[in-house]
């Protein structure tokens, strides 16, 4: 079975300051991975996919993400965070050697930054 | 106008009733999936759809029912609502399996 762990409830970071979402993965074969943010009162949005390729993912809004197969890991990073970023954070996973399965996702990191 | 649009955005009902949540979409997608957020344990599936013919329970489906009466719509029915189905419930949409989804903007649910 297919699972994605964020161990972080919450992140605070200082504006300016680099910011790490952290997200592990468990999956029987190569996953496929995403990132998604949620402001308040909206859905949800993509922000970036790991399929194949780089392990290094660059998204929307200055946000990168490194596959790290050995750890099981994919991380989202931004090297200087804003007030905007403040939100909350979801890694998705699907095992594309499970047939069709849907994403599943964590359960949320929530981001502060501080001005 | 919105990708994929849910109707209502917000609802009360009360114990016991029946209620649908409405998703469509212009994306033209035929993977339509219904998603439940509750604080501290992310979003949680529901049933989901990868065309028309075709319903699948996700992992939380006891005392929902769905309906995917076009391509483009794919409802949510609860039979008799209860104050734990209080929530906020996501539509989601995506073309194949290696691609993104496209989420509605929500709809808050209280069940009194």
């Known amino acids: 079975a297919q699972s994605v762990a964020q161990p972080e409830d919450q992140v605070n970071v200082a504006e300016g300051n680099p910011l790490t979402v952290k997200c592990t993965y468990s999956?029987?074969?190569?996953?496929?991975l995403f990132w998604y943010v949620q402001y308040p009162n909206r859905g949800l949005q993509f922000l970036l996919k790991y399929i194949t390729g780089d392990n290094l993912v660059k998204g929307s809004y200055g946000f990168e993400a490194e596959f790290n197969k050995s750890q099981t890991s994919f991380h989202l990073k931004k090297p200087s965070a804003l007030v905007s970023d403040s939100a909350l954070y979801f890694c998705?996973?699907?095992?594309?050697?499970?047939?069709?399965?849907?994403?599943?996702f964590g359960k949320g990191t929530r981001l502060s930054v501080i001005a | 106008d919105a990708d994929v649009t849910q109707t209502p955005r917000n609802r009360i009902t009360k114990t016991g009733k029946r209620i649908m949540l409405e998703c469509s979409q212009t994306k033209g997608h035929d993977r339509m999936y219904w998603y439940r957020q509750d604080p501290g344990l992310g979003l949680r599936l529901i049933y989901y759809?990868?065309?028309?013919?075709?319903?699948n329970k996700g992992e939380i489906s006891d005392g929902y029912s769905v309906s995917r009466q076009a391509q483009a719509k794919f409802s949510l029915s609860l039979e008799s609502a209860i104050p734990n189905q209080t929530a906020l419930y996501f539509c989601?949409?995506?073309?194949?399996?290696?691609?993104?989804?496209?989420f509605g903007q929500g709809t808050r649910l209280t069940v009194v």
């Open positions: 759809s990868f065309d028309v013919k075709d319903i």
């Open positions: 998705a996973v699907r095992d594309p050697y499970s047939g069709n399965t849907p994403l599943v």
């Open positions: 989601a949409t995506s073309d194949t399996g290696n691609t993104e989804a496209f």
């Open positions: 999956v029987s074969g190569n996953p496929y």
